[in-house]
């Protein structure tokens, strides 16, 4: 079974600084997606980012970056000039393509991430 | 655009009360539909999940069940709550780049 591990369960970041987040997940699929998203004090989930594995390219996303390593299975997320709106619970999720059961999202259990003024 | 609902935003219920959860998704069609519940400090659990009208797959052995009447609404039912069932419960949709999009969620508090 795929599993994600987010090994933060709290960041701080100051006001326009840069902070990252990391997520490692397990799989023996070749083929999948990740994802971040972001759930702030509302709850309501928000997607952030997504990286196809096919692809060697990092996704970007404005303010949002992600440091995709296949081999090492190693997903982060960079946020560059943070913003005090950008305090929320940080979740990385894995997605396989191929199989059964290939529909569900695994997730990690997240990273508080405050932004201090 | 596509937008997704979720009611109540809020229930308080107690142990051994029926429930019943509704998610409704506009602007697609045919999509499929996720329930997923988050406890509280945890990270999100799928409960159910269905590809098509009356087509329900269910990923953890629980005391709830749900059902999908119309293309775009899901819902998520118990006969009976236990203590357990508190949580944030989710709706969510799924794109056509295999991402999804969660509805505002619904808090349900057993007491």
């Known amino acids: 079974a795929q599993t994600v591990t987010q090994s933060q369960p709290e960041m701080s970041v100051q006001e326009a600084e840069t902070v990252t987040l990391s997520c490692t997940y397990d799989?023996?699929?070749?083929?999948?997606?990740l994802f971040w998203y972001k759930q702030p004090p509302s709850r309501q989930m928000i997607l952030v980012i997504r990286?196809?594995?096919?692809?060697?390219q990092n996704a970007t996303e404005n303010r949002f970056s992600v440091n995709f390593q296949k081999a090492a299975k190693s997903f982060s997320l960079k946020i560059s000039d943070s913003q005090l709106g950008d305090a929320a619970m940080y979740f990385c999720?894995?997605?396989?393509?191929?199989?059964?059961?290939?529909?569900?999202?695994?997730f990690g259990k997240g990273t508080l991430l405050t932004v201090n003024p | 655009s596509q937008t997704i609902h979720q009611w109540p935003a809020t229930l308080v219920q107690p142990v051994g009360s029926p429930l019943s959860l509704e998610c409704t998704v506009e602007?697609?069609?045919?999509?499929?539909l996720y329930w997923y519940r988050q406890a509280a400090g945890r990270g999100l659990q799928l409960l159910f999940y269905?590809?098509?009208?009356?087509?329900i797959s269910s990923e953890v052995p629980q005391n709830l069940s749900a059902s999908r009447p119309q293309d775009r609404q899901f819902i998520l039912s118990s006969k009976k709550l236990l203590l357990s069932d508190s949580g944030f419960y989710l709706c969510?949709?799924?794109?056509?780049?295999?991402?999804?999009?969660f509805g505002p969620g619904t808090r349900l508090t057993v007491t």
């Open positions: 969510a949709w799924g794109g056509t780049s295999y991402e999804q999009y």
């Open positions: 799989t023996s699929e070749s083929d999948y997606y």
């Open positions: 990286q196809e594995a096919y692809k060697q």
């Open positions: 999720a894995y997605r396989r393509l191929r199989g059964g059961s290939n529909y569900k999202l695994t």
């Open positions: 602007g697609t069609s045919n999509p499929n």
């Open positions: 269905s590809v098509g009208i009356g087509q």
